[in-house]
């Protein structure tokens, strides 16, 4: 199915609040666009990132803890203890057994939303350890969606967004106030 708007996921880990912050400080409301922040939330955290976010922000953030039809001009938050995938422009949340690994939720998210979204995926991936959202951000550039990265020195922990440079090829790397300013700019340009 076609889509007739935007759905951005924006991965983050370690030192991702902070950039997350600076991201949405430059995030204008827009009725073509559609926010998941998808992060690694250990399973005995009670995340205060709506809470936070809500500093940044003048959009309505919505904590997704049951299944939740996707509407433009909104973010919507992963919340502890699942996993977020998206159906048909629903995201579907389930809950994270114990033995499941929590730092693979933004390739969970990434991958499903490629092939929900298409072209009218983007991906961002900010701060954090390791290479989660690497499979995911190539399966969106696969799909023909649009892929951005955190600058490694910008990132208080750059594993995440060097693997995405490396491996990925992303087409844009900027500090998080710029990388808002170009999801602007490319969205703008692919109406």
Do not use: C, W
């Not at 072209?119 to 190539?138: Q, R």
Request: aromatic share 8%; net charge negative.
């Amino acid at each position: 199915m076609k889509r007739d708007f935007f759905a951005v996921g924006v991965g983050a880990s370690g030192g991702g609040l902070e950039a997350l912050g600076k991201f949405f400080d430059h995030v204008p409301f827009d009725p073509e666009i559609a926010y998941i922040v998808i992060t690694h939330i250990k399973r005995d955290y009670k995340s205060r990132l709506g809470k936070l976010l809500s500093a940044h922000t003048n959009l309505p953030i919505i904590s997704v803890r049951e299944n939740t039809v996707i509407n433009p001009g909104n973010i919507y938050l992963m919340v502890e203890n699942t996993f977020v995938t998206v159906e048909d422009g629903e995201l579907i949340v389930r809950e994270r057994m114990p033995y499941e690994i929590v730092n693979k939720a933004i390739n969970i998210f990434f991958r499903s939303l490629a092939a929900d979204f298409g072209e009218k995926a983007i991906g961002i991936v900010l701060s954090g350890a390791g290479d989660d959202g690497l499979d995911g951000a190539i399966a969106i550039s696969r799909e023909g969606g649009y892929i951005m990265t955190q600058t490694p020195d910008s990132s208080l922990f750059s594993g995440m967004p060097i693997s995405i440079i490396e491996h990925d090829h992303p087409s844009a790397i900027l500090d998080p106030d710029d990388l808002a300013r170009q999801l602007m700019a490319y969205v703008n340009n692919n109406k």
